[in-house]
């Protein structure tokens, strides 16, 4: 299975600065299409996760654009221009390119 | 509104067997990859199954693979997950979700807590 390894774990944060999630893969992501099916997720607590990120850089509907992701082959990243406190909760990266479709541990952002 | 509502969960001995179902809506159900991925307390997310739109391929995760059947009813729009023979470590919330191009689209469901303890 292809683990995907997230850092770091726990990332506390002060209002308005920014944040960076790293995810690394132990297989290259991109598939026989030529596509890399590397997304993000985020899980405020209490809630049901719900999708920032496909495929490593295309933000969802109504997911802010402070909320960005880049990366390739087996290295990624996700940015938060300047955190909010919205943003509290735990972050995912998974890879959908590879069965079975595995996620990293989560990184907890919280606010300083 | 695309809404996928679980259902199901409960508490179950170990050995015992549950049948999971989501009900989907908004959406054109047969379209459409299916997934069940589940979330131990406190732990993160695995992925647990996926089936194809036609409900003739399934694919399970190894951890469950043997005890764990993903099935559809297209003109139901529902979604299953037959569990048996079910472990203290399937302890989890199960959420159903769609699966479109490697990833699970948004809305995901609440979940349904399944608590496998004698």
């Known amino acids: 299975d292809v683990v995907m390894t997230q850092s770091p774990l726990s990332l506390p944060v002060t209002l308005g600065q920014p944040a960076s999630i790293s995810c690394r893969s132990s297989q290259s992501l991109v598939y026989s299409d030529g596509n890399t099916y590397l997304n993000w997720f985020q899980q405020r607590p209490g809630q049901s996760p719900r999708r920032l990120i496909y495929?490593?850089?295309n933000r969802d509907s109504g997911v802010p654009d402070r909320f960005s992701g880049s990366g390739s082959g087996t290295d990624f990243t996700l940015k938060i221009s300047r955190v909010e406190a919205e943003d509290v909760g735990v972050y995912y990266c998974?890879?959908?390119?590879?069965?079975?479709?595995?996620f990293g541990q989560g990184t907890k952002v919280e606010i300083k | 509104e695309v809404q996928l509502v679980e259902s199901g969960g409960g508490l179950v001995q170990p050995g015992g067997s549950l049948r999971l179902s989501c009900a989907a809506s908004?959406?054109?159900?047969?379209?459409?990859?299916m997934s069940w991925v589940r979330q131990a307390p406190g732990e993160g997310l695995e992925w647990v199954a996926n089936?194809?739109?036609?409900?003739?391929?399934?694919y399970c995760v190894d951890s469950v693979k043997g005890r764990f059947t993903a099935s559809r009813d297209n003109a139901k729009n529902s979604l299953f997950l037959q569990m048996n023979s079910l472990r203290a470590d399937d302890t989890a919330v199960y959420y159903c979700?769609?699966?479109?191009?490697?990833?699970?689209?948004?809305?995901w469901g609440q979940g349904t807590l399944v608590t496998v303890s004698s």
């Open positions: 998974m890879q959908g390119t590879h069965w079975p479709w595995t």
């Open positions: 495929q490593v850089s």
């Open positions: 908004g959406f054109t159900f047969s379209d459409y990859y």
């Open positions: 089936i194809n739109p036609e409900g003739t391929e399934d």
């Open positions: 979700a769609r699966s479109a191009y490697g990833s699970a689209v948004n809305p």
